[in-house]
């Protein structure tokens, strides 16, 4: 079946631009992760979704950062303003709900280059 | 809080000998702990978990962990390593008590190289 995919894969933009990023997590799974992995660093959570309500965002660096998912499903990041900083692989990760747990299967990413 | 110290962040061995990568942790609540796998170009790929019973974790590709709560530390283990294992390793932590929010708290990496 298909996995987890992430469009686009690569995004180049200047400083100061907006951009999108595009989560499409495995078909029925509630739970949505995204995670941001700077070069040489371990992936850094950022946000959790549990149906369409963002349980969790306390790892959003600041406010020039937003996601949502709509319909329970797809998932977009939102950046504003970028900035050379935001340079990063942008991982999501679903999982189905329950406890005690449930992997997560990840992405390959978006690589974005903030010039 | 939780935090994740991978002790190496690169391990050069040759092709068919053992290789330990060491993972400690912090935590004030009770964690599960995972090791995940990263081949150059490719996404993470869960290699084993520990959630409970057994300190000794088996996954995949040959790879085993040992969970120590004394020493809080999860260190990954193999035998005889190939040419094929040449990846970056990561370990994570997630909170058991977290209800459904099962985020990862994940250490910087280890890069394993594997020469012939």
């Known amino acids: 079946g298909a996995g987890v995919s992430q469009t686009p894969s690569n995004k180049v933009t200047e400083k100061g631009k907006y951009v999108e990023l595009r989560c499409d997590p495995i078909?029925?799974?509630?739970?949505l992760y995204w995670y941001r992995q700077s070069l040489g660093q371990g992936p850094e959570f950022l946000i959790y979704f549990q149906g369409t309500g963002a349980a969790d965002d306390s790892g959003l660096p600041n406010d020039r950062f937003f996601a949502v998912r709509p319909e329970g499903s797809v998932s977009t990041l939102k950046i504003q303003r970028t900035e050379r900083g935001d340079s990063a692989v942008y991982l999501c990760?679903?999982?189905?709900?329950?406890?005690?747990?449930?992997?997560?299967?990840f992405g390959p990413g978006t690589r974005l280059t903030v010039l | 809080a939780q935090s994740v110290t991978q002790l190496d962040s690169q391990v050069p061995v040759f092709e068919e000998a053992p290789v330990e990568l060491r993972c400690n942790y912090s935590?004030?609540?009770?964690?599960?702990l995972f090791w995940y796998v990263q081949y150059p170009n490719q996404g993470l790929q869960l290699l084993l978990k520990y959630l409970s019973g057994s300190t000794l974790v088996k996954g995949i590709n040959g790879f085993e962990a040992e969970f120590n709560k004394s020493q809080t530390s999860f260190h990954l283990r193999k035998p005889s390593v190939h040419i094929s294992d040449t990846a970056e390793y990561f370990c994570a932590v997630m909170n058991r008590d977290a209800g459904n929010n099962r985020k990862l708290i994940w250490g910087l990496g280890t890069s394993l190289a594997v020469n012939p």
């Open positions: 078909s029925g799974h509630t739970a």
């Open positions: 935590s004030s609540v009770s964690v599960y």
């Open positions: 990760a679903s999982s189905s709900a329950g406890l005690p747990y449930n992997e997560q299967f």
